[in-house]
């Protein structure tokens, strides 16, 4: 066993909002919307789980989220008390490895196979992280242990908030057959609705398919897949890592108004492939852009820069969101999708930074 993988994924519980509660005892135990003015064009950037319970969630126009929470508290970003909490967070990573691979502000893998100090077991390790978070910012954060990314990842949601999750070798198996098949990494609505179409519905249902079926219809993420449902994840915990661009496209396979509802879960899942594929690279991305192109084949891109990068799905989504809504309707159907991230720029460069409320913060 001792050639087996330590790896842990820290994820802070509504980071934001729970900033917000700690330092103003008022907002502790209501529903806290961090982002931009219902009155306004603004989106939900998070909120509390107070508010989680009425179907709130990041990069929902806030006009919406008052509407299913009216008695909401909406509050502006404080961009300079998130980064400094950010960096104690960061902090205490380090004191137990080097080997840390940020994914945003409030989330980050690490590789504790090999400790500064003399631990045995990653879950000690993961409890002492979260004791440690707790002691020194007052915010609770969920953990989950296991062998790989893909599977520690699964354990820290799994159990969310202030959630301990480890999954062994001898229990990934039995714990990824009966994973719903959109909790699974890389598979979003539009995938799941696919799969559940072809009776997939689960970790266990994704197993029967062989590569040569998972490739054939899925092509390079079929491999992904195929690996996935078998707790299989040999990707690096990586603090550093170049490349100039990520991009998601698809072909739809008929064509949409842009106003459907769809439009909006195809890109959602083209945002999330971006986010997956960009952390993997461990870069953030300074550059979002919406391609689209219509029945008539014209074609257009909207793109909006930001002062740092972002890497995070909720991100990405929030800017193409707003891309999104700021098109004007040419009565024309749309036939192609595409989402881009550009200007590159190393995590390491700007972990500290906030980028999330940009957009957000000139639209009121």
């Known amino acids: 066993m001792d050639d087996i993988r330590k790896i842990i994924h820290i994820d802070m519980d509504a980071f934001y909002a729970s900033v917000e509660q700690r330092d103003n005892p008022d907002l502790r135990g209501k529903p806290v919307i961090v982002g931009g003015n219902p009155n306004g064009r603004g989106v939900v950037a998070t909120c509390s789980y107070e508010a989680r319970k009425y179907g709130v969630h990041s990069a929902m126009p806030s006009k919406i989220a008052q509407k299913r929470c009216p008695y909401a508290i909406f509050v502006r970003p ?14 205490i990573f380090h004191r137990y490895t080097d080997l840390v691979e940020p994914l945003s ?5 690490l590789d504790v196979t090999n400790l500064k100090i003399p631990i045995k077991y990653a879950t000690t390790i993961a409890k002492f992280i979260k004791r440690d978070i707790l002691m020194e910012t007052g915010l609770n954060s969920s953990a989950g242990v296991s062998y790989n990314k893909f599977l520690a990842k699964l354990a820290s949601d799994y159990d969310k908030p202030n959630g301990f999750t480890v999954i062994m070798p001898e229990d990934a198996q039995k714990f990824l057959d009966k994973l719903p098949i959109e909790k699974f990494f890389g598979i979003g609505k539009v995938t799941s609705k696919t799969m559940k179409i072809m009776g997939i519905k689960n970790g266990y249902d994704l197993r029967q398919l062989s590569l040569y079926e998972l490739e054939k219809i899925f092509k390079s993420k079929g491999y992904q897949y195929y690996n996935f449902a078998r707790g299989i994840d040999n990707r690096p915990v990586e603090p550093y890592r170049e490349r100039k661009s990520v ?19 195809i890109l959602d899942e083209l945002c999330l492939d971006v986010s997956n594929r960009i952390k993997y690279l461990n870069k953030l991305g300074k550059t979002v852009t919406l391609k689209i192109k219509f029945e008539d084949f014209t074609q257009i891109t909207r793109s909006t820069s930001l002062n740092s990068g972002i890497s995070s799905h909720e991100d990405i989504r929030t800017n193409i969101y707003n891309l999104l809504r700021n098109i ?3 009565n024309l159907q749309i036939r192609l999708l595409g989402v881009t991230l550009s200007n590159l720029i ?3 460069e700007t972990y500290h930074n906030i980028t999330l409320f940009e957009y957000m913060q000139n639209k009121d």
């Open 346 to 348: 190393d995590v390491k």
């Open 78 to 91: 404080r961009f300079d008390v998130y980064r400094k909490v950010s960096n104690q967070i960061r902090d």
């Open 247 to 265: 991009g998601s496209e698809i072909t739809l396979d008929h064509n949409y108004r842009l106003d459907e509802e769809e439009v909006v879960d």
């Open 105 to 109: 502000l409030d989330e980050a893998f």
């Open 328 to 330: 004007d309707d040419n």
